[in-house]
């Protein structure tokens, strides 16, 4: 059946259980990490804002993050019918415009829920919200780029909750200190989307979605994706040295040198060890992110 066929089956309403596979919660966890790094970093004990640390998570994660994976289903559905074909929406599960109909109530959801977190939050969300849509929507569709793609998922996955973190918290603009190694780490973050691209690699080829394991090949793209993990991470270390934070820079460098043996176990089969390094180094890697928060905390700012 194609894709046109199966978006017209006979099918009316989505299954529940198919609606949480379009919105994939194993992605939730990285923006909700991130926005837990900012919280950290801020200074300010969760516990007397509470509602503002809950309401982040969740529209860090399930709303937003939901959102993207929706719109990116939605605009993917052609890609996901090569790729992936028992994906929600290409095997019928989410017939008809559904998928995107979940895409845009959610997106209106998340303006709603950005109100909660005062204008810092707002502002965060609306970045947020409009860059999913430009990441997968055309005209625009950054995706369709090896470079700006992976850069914007990296920076809205990584950056952005975690200066929305330390802004919410802060009721205010985060120290410079904050904003400089949230950037890194999003930097960094660019890498990783670049080995998630490695299980889209046929249908991204057929569709003309220039992502690095195509223009490149597997083998270099692994290579380019574990200098740019790698390069913002020593950069990171090199700070914490600089403002006299040398027990977590030396920290962040064993999670770091731990992600060099993960690293070589890769490289020896780039596209069958993306999925196992995914697991494994990417783990490794937020775990440093925690631990250059908790350095962050109660530093003056630059």
Not at 70 to 87: G, K, L, S, T, Y
Not at 265 to 278: M, Q, S
């Amino acid at each position: 059946m194609s894709v046109s066929e199966t978006l017209h089956a006979s099918r009316r309403w989505p299954r529940p259980r198919a609606v949480l596979t379009l919105l994939k919660p194993v992605t939730w966890f990285p923006p909700i990490w991130a926005y837990l790094c900012g919280v950290v970093a801020s200074g300010v004990a969760p516990v007397t804002a509470p509602v503002a640390v809950l309401v982040g998570m969740v529209l860090a994660g399930p709303v937003v993050c939901g959102m993207s994976q929706a719109a990116n289903d939605w605009c993917d559905r052609h890609v996901d019918a090569i790729n992936e074909p028992d994906r929600p929406i290409p095997s019928g599960q989410i017939p008809g415009r559904w998928g995107l109909w979940i895409a845009l109530f959610i997106s209106a959801l998340a303006l709603g829920l950005g109100t909660v977190l005062g204008p810092w939050g707002f502002g965060a969300t609306v970045f947020g919200v409009a860059a999913a849509w430009a990441y997968s929507a055309e005209p625009i569709r950054l995706k369709r780029s090896g470079i700006w793609g992976p850069g914007l998922v990296g920076l809205c996955y990584e950056g952005l909750p975690w200066f929305t973190g330390a802004a919410v918290l802060s009721a205010g603009a985060p120290p410079l200190t904050t904003v400089i190694v949230a950037l890194l780490y999003a930097a960094g973050a660019h890498g990783i989307m670049t080995l998630n691209d490695f299980k889209a690699l046929e249908g991204d080829r057929q569709t003309g979605v220039n992502s690095l394991p195509v223009t490149l090949g597997p083998e270099r793209a692994a290579r380019v994706a574990c200098w740019v993990m790698a390069l913002p991470q020593v950069a990171v270390i090199a700070l914490l040295f600089a403002w006299d934070r040398p027990w977590h820079g030396l920290v962040v460098a064993g999670l770091l040198a731990a992600q060099g043996w993960a690293m070589r176990v890769l490289l020896t089969d780039p596209k069958g060890r993306a999925p196992w390094y995914n697991a494994t180094g990417v783990s490794l890697y937020v775990s440093g992110m925690m631990v250059a928060a908790f350095a962050l905390r109660n530093m003056e700012g630059l």
